[in-house]
């Protein structure tokens, strides 16, 4: 799944030229938290966020001073944001952009890393849609589990491939047995946190529900499955 199969393509945007009081109006009016900013052309120049406007004159002294208690009138760069009305001044300029076809892993990787809501979709610069945390969030509610075998014998190899590629564990750390559809993993692991994980991984072969996780932590003795699996 790429960019362009979950962003937004209506995408409200603002000229640097208007005033900051018309971008929050704007921003509340369609209860957004960042208006892209393009120039008469329509090429992105910068990003005004609600970040950028937390700082303002319009919200007393308290707001104006940063992080040491000092004031704007220190930082003219800190002064102009406080005080200008051109949203030109206050916007975020050098956003974060990606093409159309960067996928989605990559963009919310970026998200995180970057510590950033929203990522503006450009085509030669020009900007063609936007991806938000929100579009992020569909796509994970939309995802449909991966199906990867059919046959007790090919979900046995493919959470035994899974185990491997995904947790770096060798064939032979964790036994897996499967009896129709359900997979019953025995053995120990180091510690809580890889006995979850190898349950996570195989139930992305096999879905939810599918997984009796018979692990147990450290060096306690391999367990013996209850039940029909064997």
């Not at 910068?46 to 303002?56: A, I, K, Y």
């Not at 308290?62 to 030109?88: C, F, M, N, T």
């Not at 185990?163 to 692991?189: K, P, Q, T, Y």
């Amino acid at each position: 799944m790429h960019a362009a199969d979950i962003m937004t393509r209506r995408v409200f945007t603002i000229s640097p030229e208007r005033s900051v009081r018309h971008a929050a109006r704007l921003m509340l009016d369609n209860r957004i938290s960042g208006l892209p900013v393009c120039d008469d052309d329509g090429n992105l120049v910068g990003l005004l966020s609600e970040g950028d406007l937390l700082r303002r004159s319009e919200l007393g002294s308290a707001a104006l001073r940063g992080a040491k208690g000092d004031r704007p009138q220190q930082d003219p760069e800190r002064y102009i944001k406080a005080h200008s009305w051109r949203v030109g001044d206050v916007m975020t300029t050098g956003a974060v952009t990606v093409n159309a076809d960067a996928s989605v892993d990559q963009i919310a990787a970026l998200m995180q890393t970057r510590s950033i809501k929203r990522v503006p979709v450009v085509q030669q610069n020009r900007m063609v849609g936007i991806v938000s945390r929100r579009d992020i969030l569909e796509a994970v509610l939309l995802a449909k589990p991966e199906r990867f075998a059919a046959g007790d014998e090919a979900i046995k190899r493919a959470v035994l491939a899974r185990l491997s590629s995904d947790l770096n564990l060798n064939e032979g750390a964790i036994e897996v047995r499967v009896e129709g559809g359900v997979v019953a993993l025995c053995g120990s692991v180091e510690s809580g946190v890889k006995r979850l994980a190898a349950r996570v991984a195989a139930e992305a072969v096999c879905g939810p529900g599918c997984v009796r996780n018979e692990l147990r932590v450290a060096n306690e003795a391999d367990c013996t499955p209850s039940g029909p699996v064997g």
